[in-house]
């Protein structure tokens, strides 16, 4: 019998160490070359865990895109034997994908499963650009201009072809054919321009870029070469902050065809990826030498117009002067024209309003004198990016003559902010009819408390404070005092009915003193209460 037991108790410390050492297996990468564009995957899977796992923490690499998802949980059952076993499994995905050509490694890093800290081996990727099916579809990156000045944008061009024979899936407008350019991702010395981004002809649909859709024009049956394609085209605009040589790494396409038409079709959907050149990008600092006082920022080619809504106005009365900005270059991060000193016109107010080629400011004036008799010109520099004629520009606008007639009569102008005068009425807003002081003998002043009374003036709000303290501590200690808050009921309620029910009387008072329902005072059972 004792051997029976000990066998028992030994069996159930193995299978309890079983299952508190969990077992860890890590799979992949799967496929362990992958072509460029495309994505490895490995997954990490616990067995007969227990306890709860640390956060999986994957070193990170240089051009290795890593997306984990997980833990999936999972439990299950097995009979062997006749005897039940049960465990869990944790499950975690490791999805892997090169941003460029060339081999990868994360190093060996230790992950904690539950009981115990595991070692995760050395994990090894190798990319390569894929040459099958290369000629079903074409991929061109074009930078316009690709030598610029700092602050002047950048359009980049993405022109896409996929193979005619393959039809394009566009479920809800969204076109199966993804492109990748990962500098775009974080483009260090380059800012994105809102709103700068286009497309122009042919149809719209949106195609996938950097995993979001971009919108692109679309042109059926375009001709390159002996092969007919279908064609989409779509922009990129950022707006370099800093001088250098920016390197454009290589851009993928990927896209599928010959997929599966009914479940009886053991054809394969393939995987085709188009690989763009490299490009690169010059950046010229803004010169020096020949920048004009109060310039802007404004790189490009510009035109400044300027107009007002009225020519004839009355003192008072307002008139807007609109200067408008309009060419190529960066209208969104410039400083428009400013007006400098105005003689006889105060400004009101301004409004600005920047658009994709231009940049419009209105400034709402009104005339304080009759005199005035045009709107002021204004100065604005720029620097010009025209090719063999980069330089600094001073354009200035032409006076705009207006006619400015007096105020109505009986009417006049409102004083401005800040420069309000009383008006001073004679023998009411100035002091008149007063009579002189007759000689005296000057009035004693009181005498200056002494410091007894000042302490006692400061002490006096901490007396009150205190005071009403002591007075709430007291409240509080009768309100948790049961026993006596009892007595002092019964007291009362005794001496009520003493003088007309001494018998009510004497039950009350026992009610209370014992916190019982009168009733229960005044039964047969008292004795045995008691």
């Given at each position: 019998m004792v051997r029976r037991v000990l066998g028992f108790l030994v069996g159930l410390a193995c299978s309890w160490g079983v299952h508190a050492q969990e077992t860890l297996e890590v799979v992949g990468p799967k496929p362990a070359l992958v072509a460029l564009g495309?994505?490895?995957?490995?997954?990490?899977?616990?067995?007969?865990?227990?306890?709860?796992?640390?956060?999986?923490?994957?070193?990170q690499v240089p051009g290795l895109t890593m997306r984990l998802d997980g833990?999936?949980?999972?439990?299950?059952?097995?009979?062997?034997?006749?005897?039940?076993?049960?465990?869990?499994?944790?499950?975690?995905?490791l999805r892997l994908r090169p941003r460029r050509v060339g081999h990868f490694e994360i190093p060996s890093f230790r992950f904690d499963t539950g009981s115990r800290e595991q070692v995760v081996q050395k994990l090894v990727l190798d990319c390569e650009k894929s040459v099958a099916n290369a000629s079903r579809g074409f991929l061109e990156l074009t930078a316009i201009p690709d030598r610029v000045y700092v602050g002047e944008p950048v359009q980049f061009v993405f022109d896409v072809g996929v193979d005619a024979r393959t039809t394009p899936d566009q479920t809800r407008g969204l076109v199966h054919v993804f492109v990748e350019q990962p500098w775009f991702?974080?483009?260090?010395?380059?800012?994105s321009v809102e709103g700068a981004d286009g497309v122009a002809g042919g149809s719209k649909v949106q195609l996938g870029f950097n995993n979001v859709a971009a919108e692109a024009a679309y042109t059926p049956n375009?001709?390159?070469?002996?092969?007919?394609?279908?064609?989409?085209?779509?922009?990129?605009?950022?707006?370099?902050?800093?001088?250098?040589?920016?390197?454009?790494?290589?851009?993928?396409?990927k896209f599928e065809f010959g997929g599966p038409r009914s479940p009886f079709d053991a054809r394969r959907a393939k995987s085709v990826f188009v690989?763009?050149?490299?490009?690169?990008?010059?950046?010229?600092?803004?010169?020096?030498?020949?920048?004009?006082?109060?310039f802007g920022n404004a790189v490009g080619r510009f035109q400044l117009e300027a107009a007002a809504d009225k020519h004839h106005v009355r003192v008072g009365d307002s008139v807007k002067l609109t200067l408008k900005v309009v060419g190529k270059g960066n209208t969104e991060f410039l400083e428009p024209p400013a007006l400098g000193e105005l003689d006889g016109l105060h400004l009101l107010g301004r409004n600005d309003n920047r658009g994709k080629d231009s940049v419009v400011v209105e400034y709402d004036l009104t005339p304080l004198r009759d005199d005035v008799t045009e709107l002021?010109?204004?100065?604005?520099?720029?620097?010009?990016?025209?090719?063999?004629?980069?330089?600094?520009?001073?354009?200035?606008?032409?006076?705009?003559?207006?006619?400015?007639?007096?105020?109505?009569?009986?009417?006049?102008?409102?004083?401005?902010?800040?420069?309000?005068?009383?008006?001073?009425?004679?023998?009411?807003d100035d002091i008149y009819d007063m009579k002189p002081i007759e000689a005296s003998d000057p009035v004693p002043l009181e005498a200056t408390p002494g410091p007894g009374r000042s302490a006692a003036w400061v002490l006096l709000p901490w007396a009150i404070s205190l005071a009403?303290?002591?007075?709430?501590?007291?409240r509080r200690r009768r309100r948790a005092d049961v026993r006596g808050r009892r007595a002092a009921s019964a007291r009362r309620h005794y001496r009520e009915l003493r003088d007309t029910d001494p018998t009510a009387a004497l039950a009350a008072y026992l009610a209370d003193r014992l916190d019982w329902p009168e009733a229960a005072v005044i039964g047969p059972d008292l004795a045995e209460r008691l």
């Open positions: 495309d994505e490895s995957v490995v997954e990490f899977v616990i067995e007969n865990g227990s306890g709860q796992p640390g956060e999986l923490k994957v070193p833990p999936q949980e999972s439990s299950w059952a097995r009979v062997i034997n006749g005897r039940r076993t049960a465990g869990r499994t944790l499950r975690w995905v991702e974080s483009p260090e010395g380059m800012v375009y001709v390159r070469g002996a092969l007919t394609y279908h064609r989409f085209t779509f922009t990129r605009t950022l707006m370099p902050t800093r001088p250098g040589t920016f390197e454009i790494g290589d851009s993928t396409m690989y763009g050149e490299p490009l690169t990008v010059e950046v010229l600092p803004l010169p020096e030498e020949g920048r004009p006082a109060g002021p010109s204004v100065t604005w520099s720029y620097f010009d990016t025209t090719p063999g004629g980069e330089r600094y520009i001073t354009v200035h606008t032409d006076s705009i003559p207006i006619v400015v007639d007096p105020p109505a009569e009986g009417g006049g102008l409102a004083a401005l902010p800040g420069d309000e005068e009383a008006s001073v009425v004679v023998g009411v009403f303290a002591a007075f709430w501590r007291a």
